[in-house]
């Protein structure tokens, strides 16, 4: 069967045909058969460069040897417990180690439940009930962070079914912009947190401005306010220690998800003993998931955390600048504005003028463009998320020549693409 015929049997069961929303694209999604390394296979026969990786969580590339394998010696000695296991304190210190301002750590199930738990500890542990986040930072689907979230076709909107009494207590803000915050703290003594995704990838990639993460947490600790990163994305993938080494700064709370689990469903949270000794059962605040602490995920994402050595990360690094300036000579060849993000391995592009920093930049990305260059990739065998507002991943996988030829086809569909 093939992935046209495959999409019209999903949409009769399959909301919208897919699982997760971003997924869709028209006029339809490919079915993937397998991956392997930097590659992705459709069932229709072709084969990907892969840069979307899942949307984060791969980044040794797909079935890493070791992972797998340690994986698979996993299952057959049992999928889940309901005891602790050794290996969940094996990772804990794993995580500690790389993350001074960590000292406990939760094991969840996804990002969306580590962001959840850690708002609700925030809130219990300062007393009290507001959280601040920033337009196009997306936390996970829960109805706390629904507000001008990003990740999408759109940046989706805030959706129905959210009771107004729940979001009167979030309160969005513009990124980069040190008054909008500090006069929303003024005005309100009842913030809770600052949640904060340190670069900004679900609405593309943007980064902080200088000093603007110092200024969230100098203000965060003058007014007895939690700063919670949502390394979710950028844990473990900028740097060992993730943005709170990157940038030098330590938050009070920090959630996991993505690469933690090593490309099974896993998040986390954790922070200071101080705080983290309010989650039960070492305290009153609830959180509970039968599936915590799989020894699946737990298992793999050990595995991927041993794998990602130094010099995996400079290598990832020196890709990722291949990429960037590849790019950009491209599109100065052609002439066009735009503006290139990312940092690491992290990158998009978007087609504008402006200097993409806030969410209001960033909707001035020509979407129609975008469009015509996601598919012209995909016509040349380069799979990147299909949206403008999602950050594109390189992996330990890719070599050389892929990300060679990557840039070919990208000038190849860029020259396309211009009307
Ligand atoms: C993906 C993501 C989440 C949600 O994680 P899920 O595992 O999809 O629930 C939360 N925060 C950020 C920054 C993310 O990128």
Redesign the pocket.
């Given at each position: 069967m093939r992935s046209d015929s495959l999409f019209k049997e999903a949409l009769e069961v399959l909301p919208g045909g897919v699982s997760s929303p971003v997924r869709r694209f028209e006029p339809y999604p490919f079915f993937a058969k397998k991956g392997e390394g930097c590659m992705l296979y459709d069932i229709d026969g072709n084969r990907y460069i892969d840069y979307c990786l899942a949307?984060?969580p791969l980044i040794l590339g797909h079935a890493p040897e070791k992972v797998i394998s340690a994986v698979c010696e996993q299952i057959k000695k049992g999928s889940t417990y309901g005891t602790p296991t050794k290996a969940e304190v094996e990772l804990a210190k794993l995580v500690i180690e790389r993350v001074p301002a960590a000292e406990m750590i939760r094991f969840v199930n996804?990002?969306?439940?580590a962001?959840m738990a850690a708002i609700r500890l925030a809130r219990a542990f300062t007393g009290k009930d507001k959280i601040i986040k920033f337009e196009g930072a997306?936390?996970?689907?829960h109805d706390y962070v629904l507000v001008k979230p990003g990740?999408g076709a759109t940046a989706a909107p805030d959706s129905p079914g959210i009771p107004t009494d729940t979001i009167k207590n979030t309160i969005s803000a513009p990124f980069n912009n040190e008054e909008a915050v500090a006069s929303i703290i003024e005005d309100d003594d009842n913030i809770a947190a600052i949640i904060v995704?340190p670069i900004m990838?679900?609405i593309g990639c943007i980064e902080p401005e200088d000093g603007y993460l110092k200024f969230l947490r100098k203000i965060t600790s003058e007014n007895g306010i939690l700063l919670i990163f949502?390394e979710?994305?950028t844990g473990f993938r900028i740097a060992p220690g993730g943005a709170q080494e990157y940038y030098n700064i330590a938050a009070d709370l920090v959630?996991y998800?993505?690469i933690i689990g090593g490309g099974f469903?896993m998040?986390a949270l954790a922070g200071s003993r101080e705080i983290m000794e309010h989650i039960s059962p070492a305290g009153d605040v609830y959180q509970a998931g039968t599936f915590n602490g799989n020894p699946v995920s737990v298992t793999a994402g050990i595995t991927t955390l041993k794998g990602l050595t130094e010099d995996i990360y400079k290598e990832l690094n020196k890709k990722g600048e291949m990429i960037r300036n590849g790019m950009k000579d491209i599109l100065e060849d052609n002439s066009l504005e735009f503006y290139i993000a990312g940092l690491s391995s992290m990158f998009q592009v978007y087609f504008t003028e402006r200097r993409v920093k806030d969410y209001t930049s960033a909707k001035t990305a020509d979407l129609e463009m975008f469009k015509r260059y996601f598919h012209g990739l995909l016509k040349g065998g380069v799979f990147v998320p299909p949206s403008q507002f999602e950050c594109c991943f390189i992996s330990a996988a890719h070599r050389k020549e892929d990300l060679d030829m990557t840039l070919e086809v990208m000038e190849e569909s860029i020259k396309k693409a211009i009307k």
């Amino acid at each position: 069967m093939r992935s046209d015929s495959l999409f019209k049997e999903a949409l009769e069961v399959l909301p919208g045909g897919v699982s997760s929303p971003v997924r869709r694209f028209e006029p339809y999604p490919f079915f993937a058969k397998k991956g392997e390394g930097c590659m992705l296979y459709d069932i229709d026969g072709n084969r990907y460069i892969d840069y979307c990786l899942a949307y984060g969580p791969l980044i040794l590339g797909h079935a890493p040897e070791k992972v797998i394998s340690a994986v698979c010696e996993q299952i057959k000695k049992g999928s889940t417990y309901g005891t602790p296991t050794k290996a969940e304190v094996e990772l804990a210190k794993l995580v500690i180690e790389r993350v001074p301002a960590a000292e406990m750590i939760r094991f969840v199930n996804s990002g969306t439940e580590a962001t959840m738990a850690a708002i609700r500890l925030a809130r219990a542990f300062t007393g009290k009930d507001k959280i601040i986040k920033f337009e196009g930072a997306y936390h996970g689907a829960h109805d706390y962070v629904l507000v001008k979230p990003g990740s999408g076709a759109t940046a989706a909107p805030d959706s129905p079914g959210i009771p107004t009494d729940t979001i009167k207590n979030t309160i969005s803000a513009p990124f980069n912009n040190e008054e909008a915050v500090a006069s929303i703290i003024e005005d309100d003594d009842n913030i809770a947190a600052i949640i904060v995704e340190p670069i900004m990838a679900n609405i593309g990639c943007i980064e902080p401005e200088d000093g603007y993460l110092k200024f969230l947490r100098k203000i965060t600790s003058e007014n007895g306010i939690l700063l919670i990163f949502d390394e979710v994305i950028t844990g473990f993938r900028i740097a060992p220690g993730g943005a709170q080494e990157y940038y030098n700064i330590a938050a009070d709370l920090v959630t996991y998800g993505k690469i933690i689990g090593g490309g099974f469903p896993m998040g986390a949270l954790a922070g200071s003993r101080e705080i983290m000794e309010h989650i039960s059962p070492a305290g009153d605040v609830y959180q509970a998931g039968t599936f915590n602490g799989n020894p699946v995920s737990v298992t793999a994402g050990i595995t991927t955390l041993k794998g990602l050595t130094e010099d995996i990360y400079k290598e990832l690094n020196k890709k990722g600048e291949m990429i960037r300036n590849g790019m950009k000579d491209i599109l100065e060849d052609n002439s066009l504005e735009f503006y290139i993000a990312g940092l690491s391995s992290m990158f998009q592009v978007y087609f504008t003028e402006r200097r993409v920093k806030d969410y209001t930049s960033a909707k001035t990305a020509d979407l129609e463009m975008f469009k015509r260059y996601f598919h012209g990739l995909l016509k040349g065998g380069v799979f990147v998320p299909p949206s403008q507002f999602e950050c594109c991943f390189i992996s330990a996988a890719h070599r050389k020549e892929d990300l060679d030829m990557t840039l070919e086809v990208m000038e190849e569909s860029i020259k396309k693409a211009i009307k």
